[in-house]
């Protein structure tokens, strides 16, 4: 087994500590939009990136993401922040008060 897929497996954020009712529940009661059969969220980065680690939090609208990419960074203004687009299905995130990928996302 790789380094990669065993870190995979022992970290935490690729478990999930709540149960698909659970999952399914956040979704409805956050009215998360969906598109293509996958639920919608945005992870802003002041970088040009490839994928989108696991752990990462994702915000439900593009003026979230977008702020909370910029505001612990003081040399970088919300302007100069990425935002991406992230279809997702409820097995590939975290719930909580911030859902978190528990994926690595492969942005197109």
Do not use: C
């Amino acid at each position: 087994m790789n380094w990669y897929k065993k870190a995979q497996e022992e970290n935490s954020y690729y478990k999930s500590y709540y149960t698909d009712d659970q999952t399914m529940e956040w979704l409805t009661r956050h009215q998360i939009p969906i598109e293509n059969g996958k639920y919608v969220f945005y992870h802003g980065t002041p970088y040009n990136i490839d994928r989108i680690r696991a752990g990462s939090y994702l915000a439900e609208d593009e003026k979230d993401a977008r702020f909370f990419a910029q505001r612990d960074r003081d040399d970088i203004t919300e302007a100069n922040i990425i935002v991406h687009k992230v279809l997702v299905n409820p097995q590939d995130i975290n719930i909580g008060v911030f859902p978190t990928l528990r994926i690595d996302y492969e942005l197109v």
